[in-house]
């Protein structure tokens, strides 16, 4: 990180550039997850640089997404005494996983406006609802998915987790739960200044499966009939070889 800052550094020199520039990491580019996972922590840090430095009051905004998916929600309703598919709605893309750590609050960082423009908080989520929309029931069905999220530890968000020191280097930690899923996570890095966001940098992680968790993930996806057909024989098999078993006791 050092070396980095340093080329960095020498850079703004020799092009005299002026603007801000955010250069982020992350502890983990490769997060593998095998068996007996039980969920690990990313460390996202790295400095804002200003060579002018015409501003010193920076608040950092970190956003970290995981891969887009569509979704079908279901509402539950009781009928009769017993609990049924009620309504429903689908998302065409709404993130996996999504956490947001900032430096202060961030109704005293930026306006709304701005929050909702660059996601800074599960309020501001940019879900893409499919069909006819009614916003109250997108409303209802939108809280509905982060109010379940952030149960499963998928949504959260911590302002105040991010540490800026002397105007200059950052770090926040982000935990990722045990039921995380597997594909490409970006780290956003937001500089702000006086309400207005003045550098933007992504950095990405690599969460995958590993060894006998890949063979089937692969396996399944690929070979599909095969897969399902192996499933429906170790059924069967499991159940004739515990039929033996209980008939010899």
């Not at 005299?16 to 068996?35: A, C, F, T, Y």
């Not at 922590?41 to 200003?50: M, P, Q, R, S, V």
């Not at 911590?158 to 045990?178: N, T």
């Not at 995380?180 to 780290?187: E, F, L, W």
């Given at each position: 990180m050092?070396?980095?800052?340093i080329?960095?550094?020498?850079?703004?020199?020799?092009?005299g550039?002026?603007?801000?520039?955010?250069?982020?990491?992350?502890s983990?580019?490769?997060?593998?997850l095998r068996?007996?996972?039980?969920?690990?922590?990313?460390?996202?840090f790295?400095?804002?640089?200003?060579?002018?430095?015409?501003?010193?009051?920076f608040?950092?905004v970190?956003?970290l997404?995981g891969?887009?998916?569509p979704?079908?929600?279901?509402?539950?309703?009781?009928?009769?005494?017993?609990w049924?598919?009620?309504?429903?709605?689908?998302?065409?893309s709404a993130?996996?996983?999504?956490?947001?750590a900032?430096?202060?609050?961030?109704?005293?960082?930026?306006d709304?406006?701005?929050?909702?423009?660059?996601?800074f908080?599960?309020?501001?989520?940019?879900?893409?609802?499919?069909?006819a929309?009614?916003?109250?029931?997108?409303?209802?069905?939108?809280?509905g998915?982060?109010?379940?999220?952030e149960?499963?530890?998928?949504?959260k968000?911590?302002?105040?987790?991010v540490?800026?020191?002397?105007?200059?280097?950052?770090?926040?930690?982000?935990?990722?739960p045990?039921?995380?899923?597997?594909?490409t996570?970006?780290?956003?890095?937001?500089?702000?200044?006086?309400?207005?966001?003045?550098a933007?940098?992504?950095?990405e992680?690599?969460?995958?499966?590993?060894?006998f968790?890949?063979?089937v993930?692969?396996?399944?996806?690929y070979?599909s009939?095969?897969?399902?057909l192996?499933?429906?024989?170790?059924s069967v098999?499991?159940?004739?070889?515990?039929?033996?078993l209980?008939?010899?006791?």
């Amino acid at each position: 990180m050092k070396r980095t800052l340093i080329l960095m550094l020498a850079l703004f020199g020799l092009t005299g550039q002026s603007d801000p520039v955010l250069v982020p990491e992350v502890s983990q580019h490769r997060i593998e997850l095998r068996q007996g996972f039980v969920g690990t922590e990313l460390l996202l840090f790295g400095a804002i640089l200003d060579p002018s430095q015409r501003q010193n009051d920076f608040d950092i905004v970190v956003v970290l997404k995981g891969p887009a998916e569509p979704i079908r929600l279901r509402e539950k309703e009781q009928i009769g005494g017993i609990w049924m598919n009620a309504d429903s709605m689908d998302f065409r893309s709404a993130p996996a996983f999504f956490a947001v750590a900032s430096s202060r609050p961030i109704d005293e960082i930026v306006d709304d406006r701005t929050a909702a423009i660059f996601e800074f908080g599960t309020d501001f989520i940019q879900l893409s609802p499919s069909g006819a929309i009614n916003p109250d029931e997108q409303a209802r069905f939108r809280n509905g998915l982060v109010d379940l999220r952030e149960r499963q530890q998928l949504y959260k968000q911590d302002f105040g987790g991010v540490e800026v020191r002397e105007g200059v280097l950052y770090q926040a930690r982000i935990s990722l739960p045990s039921n995380v899923q597997t594909g490409t996570y970006t780290a956003e890095t937001f500089a702000v200044s006086r309400g207005r966001v003045i550098a933007s940098a992504i950095a990405e992680v690599e969460v995958e499966k590993v060894g006998f968790e890949r063979f089937v993930e692969v396996f399944a996806q690929y070979q599909s009939f095969l897969y399902g057909l192996t499933a429906i024989m170790l059924s069967v098999g499991m159940g004739w070889l515990a039929g033996r078993l209980f008939a010899m006791i």
